[in-house]
């Protein structure tokens, strides 16, 4: 309180003599220090503040709660950027080949190098000694030996006009010959990336530069991810990545105290220096709780806050994504609903911002931010907010300044393959192009990554999508995605001659080194294999059917985690977090033990219930009728697919497996075989009960085969939102005693979480 007050030296005097008491719980110690920090931050003692934070952090204290502060934890994210940022906590670029990352528009490169004992650099237009351009190289140079001095026989031209950079955004050209390099940028940050082009391009063992010359620029205008920390900027110079975002400020929640507040300006200003574009999100200050826009109070406060980021160089995240409605009700009082006023409130807000910053910039995720899919949950948002989809996306297109961006996740909330006519529609229903907020990208159980994983990102959306966007964010954290990360930015910067495999085996060197694809990629390829058995940590009976494969895959996972940690330690760090390498493992790993542990009969006892659900249905529905011969499956005897969790829920209902679209990363649960005995021969009937859920419109088709032999190929016969029963006649010369009866879907595109999928409830095989 006395903080907030500005009366730091009282706050201090209260405080120190508890600094040193060790006999304190956990949370009450780290509250002394932390606020020893903040009142010696807020009167401009920043050493004060960091030997405080130190202090802390040797202490090595546990704060961590549930929802709760975690001061312990915020010494240790304030620290770095108190300190001062090195831009080598990475060691970065660990490996490039003596090659530019991402691949260059045109390059001719050659295999003659030129020797960089000692350097000396001439800067030119706009680039001055303590330019950070010049001290990054400085310190990489530094960090391979390579010497910076007057007289050296090398010379760095940086911007002098000595050669053309290509006139577009971040456009950039390096020439080096024996005698020098030559660097020039169209813009600020091109000089950037012709600087880090110049980095990438040494030989560091051997101290010299690959002789080549480079004209580039990215197809995609920003690039980068949403969550970061202090070694992000790092990160995102060396994949060029043009934004750093960190949509959950240290602020959110508990306000701007200086040391919080410090760590959303220090890294506006940092990125700044390159020309990286740095976005602050704090969601406290848009949904929770929810301020009503009609009050000039709220203007003042966000104007006050914004205005920081702004002149520190950062720019904004307003973010409505989570929950925008109900409005507060003086909002509701006054303009009815959001379209009455949100987007003329941030016009005003963002025009107001920029009369101080002129290059300030605003992407705004509205509460409807995809389509043009109509999801269930924007009509529910239309009744509560007593809103229009269509009239609140009107209101953007007429009344949002054109320079604020908006976040567009594509055709639905998680979207892998966007089109042009994906963009088209958005670009007329926001009156601008969007920006694509990426969900999900991870392509394993819980939407998890394995670091290595060659995702097509340049195959699966439309050629030229970059010059439809006006960016494109990862919903992911920086640097423990980098390696997925930079090799999803190589597509958007040259979409045409990015590899997905060679793209992430070069962004794996770059940030580990040599070796280390090539030991992981065997883990990353058996959780392909895995995904074929399970979806979101399932057990399914096609595991128990397999259960040593799938026991033999997770092993090939698991080993070659354990060798790639054990070689490369610094891949810890790049571990894709949550979502990574080890928390994939550890799901597969429960489900086989689980596996390991049930009875031939668990799916039989556990959808008991609901097998005799299904079986009266069958009845009602297939005229299943067992005294004539006829035969009845239900998941336990289908083997493939995914088990539909979330129709499963309804007690009343069989038990249902899905089968999902087409996708190019991988064969997905789209497929699944009923095995049967015919005990008499003669033709059968296969008659299936089940509904579809579409994609983009697109019917739903898959693929009947009996013992390897197409039986039927097309429309499902199911209907969207609804149960239907289709029939398919089982022709008596197809069939044996022993048969199976195999099912694909060959519907295109969707992602594991939405349409096209096939959902299908039980089978009766009915004897004709």
């Not at 040593?548 to 354990?562: L, N, P, Q, S, T």
Request: aromatic share 12%; net charge neutral.
């Amino acid at each position: 309180y006395l903080v907030y007050l500005g009366r730091n030296d009282l706050a201090i005097s209260v405080l120190s003599p508890f600094a040193g008491q060790t006999n304190l719980v956990p949370m009450q110690q780290a509250n002394i220090l932390v606020w020893l920090a903040e009142a010696s931050l807020n009167k401009g003692d920043k050493a004060a503040a960091i030997r405080y934070l130190e202090d802390l952090n040797k202490r090595n204290l546990d704060t961590s709660t549930r929802g709760g502060p975690n001061p312990a934890g915020l010494a240790r994210e304030v620290l770095p950027w108190l300190k001062g940022l090195t831009l080598d906590e990475l060691k970065l670029p660990v490996e490039t080949g003596s090659k530019a990352f991402p691949l260059p528009q045109e390059a001719k490169y050659t295999d003659a190098f030129a020797p960089l004992a000692s350097v000396k650099i001439a800067p030119g237009k706009g680039i001055n000694p303590d330019d950070a351009r010049v001290k990054l190289l400085k310190t990489k140079f530094a960090r391979f030996g390579i010497k910076v001095e007057d007289g050296a026989p090398f010379t760095i031209s940086i911007n002098e006009g000595k050669i053309a950079a290509p006139a577009k955004e971040e456009g950039y050209a390096v020439s080096v010959t024996r005698n020098g390099a030559v660097l020039q940028g169209h813009d600020k940050i091109g000089t950037t990336w012709a600087v880090v082009t110049l980095i990438q391009l040494v030989d560091q063992a051997n101290k010299a530069a690959r002789i080549c010359d480079i004209r580039d620029w990215p197809e995609t205008p920003q690039r980068g991810p949403l969550m970061s920390d202090w070694r992000s900027v790092e990160a995102a110079l060396f994949t060029k990545s043009s934004m750093v975002a960190d949509q959950e400020t240290l602020t959110q929640n508990w306000g701007e105290t200086p040391l919080r507040l410090f760590t959303v300006l220090e890294p506006c200003r940092s990125c700044a220096e390159f020309g990286i574009n740095f976005y602050a999100g704090d969601r406290s200050l848009t949904m929770y709780p929810k301020y009503p826009l009609t009050s000039e109070r709220t203007f003042r406060l966000h104007c006050g806050v914004f205005s920081k980021i702004a002149e520190a160089g950062g720019h904004v995240l307003f973010l409505y994504d989570d929950v925008r409605y109900p409005l507060h009700p003086e909002d509701v009082k006054i303009n009815k609903n959001g379209a009455g006023q949100d987007a003329k409130y941030l016009t005003r807000l963002f025009r107001e911002i920029r009369k101080k910053a002129p290059g300030f910039r605003m992407i705004f995720c509205q509460p409807f931010y995809w389509g043009p899919y109509y999801a269930g949950i924007f009509k529910a948002m239309e009744k509560q907010g007593n809103e229009s989809w269509a009239e609140y996306n009107r209101s953007l297109k007429a009344e949002l300044d054109p320079a604020i961006d908006v976040f567009w996740t594509g055709i639905r909330l998680v979207s892998h393959d966007i089109a042009k006519s994906d963009t088209a529609w958005a670009r007329d229903a926001y009156g601008r192009k969007p920006f694509v907020w990426q969900n999900r990208p991870f392509p394993h159980t819980y939407h998890s990554g394995a670091v290595v994983d060659a995702i097509p990102w340049a195959r699966m959306h439309d050629e030229g999508l970059g010059s439809e966007l006006n960016g494109f964010a990862y919903n992911q954290y920086s640097p423990s995605c980098a390696i997925p990360i930079a090799a999803w930015n190589e597509a958007l910067w040259n979409q045409a001659q990015s590899d997905a495999r060679e793209s992430v085996k070069r962004a794996s060197e770059l940030f580990c080194g040599k070796g280390f694809f090539e030991m992981l990629e065997p883990g990353s390829k058996a959780f392909y294999e895995i995904d074929g058995y399970s979806r979101e940590g399932q057990f399914t009976p096609y595991i128990l059917k397999n259960l040593d494969r799938f026991e033999a895959a997770v092993k090939i996972a698991r080993d070659a985690y354990d060798k790639a940690v054990k070689a490369y330690p610094q891949a810890k760090i790049y571990n894709c977090g949550g979502y990574g390498y080890g928390s994939t493992l550890s799901y597969v790993e429960d489900i086989l033990k689980a596996a390991k542990a049930a009875k031939p009969d668990y799916f039989q006892a556990r959808f008991a219930a609901k097998i005799a659900a299904g079986r009266e249905l069958a009845a009602k529905e297939a005229g299943f009728d067992p005294a004539k011969g006829d035969l009845y499956k239900s998941l336990p005897d289908m083997l493939g697919g995914e088990i539909a969790d979330y129709y499963n829920k309804r007690p009343k209902d069989p038990a249902s497996i899905l089968l999902r679209g087409i996708q190019l990363d991988q064969a997905r649960v789209n497929w699944l075989e009923i095995p049967f005995e015919a005990e008499t021969p003669g033709p059968y009937e296969l008659r299936l009960s089940g509904q579809v859920e579409e994609h983009r419109d697109v019917p739903v088709t898959w693929r009947i085969l009996l013992n390897g032999k197409v039986v039927h190929e097309g429309l499902t016969g199911f209907k969207q939102g609804e149960r239907a029963v289709a029939a398919y006649a089982l022709p008596g010369d197809k069939l044996g005693k022993n048969n199976v009866i195999r099912i694909e879907s060959t519907a295109p595109g969707g992602t594991p979480w939405n349409g096209p999928w096939i959902m299908i409830d039980y089978a009766v095989l009915k004897r004709k």
